[in-house]
């Protein structure tokens, strides 16, 4: 008996860690869509100006941006890896006009 809890218990741990978070996200999806753009944006303007001037600015103006939408950069990641990690979510069915 103690050999079959003993070995159910690890199991039962297993199962419960490998279940998705995703029932709850911070952000609606057309704010995700916007926020994405945004940060894309951003990233583009980075990646054009010298490293040393990127490093002075990258922290506040990604600080900036997540407080327009009411994030940190923790509650950003959770949204990111629930819309991304559902492809359903992700992927936009484009169907051609008949």
Do not use: W
């Amino acid at each position: 008996m103690h050999r079959l809890i003993l070995g159910l218990l690890p199991l039962f741990f297993i199962s419960i860690s490998c279940k998705k978070e995703g029932s709850r996200r911070d952000l609606p999806q057309d704010d995700m869509v916007e926020l994405m753009t945004d940060v894309h944006i951003l990233d583009g303007y980075i990646s054009n100006i010298p490293v040393d001037s990127a490093k002075k600015v990258i922290d506040p103006l990604y600080e900036e941006l997540f407080a327009k939408y009411g994030l940190d950069s923790t509650s950003f990641n959770k949204n990111v890896n629930f819309y991304f990690g559902d492809p359903k979510l992700t992927v936009k069915n484009i169907r051609p006009s008949s």
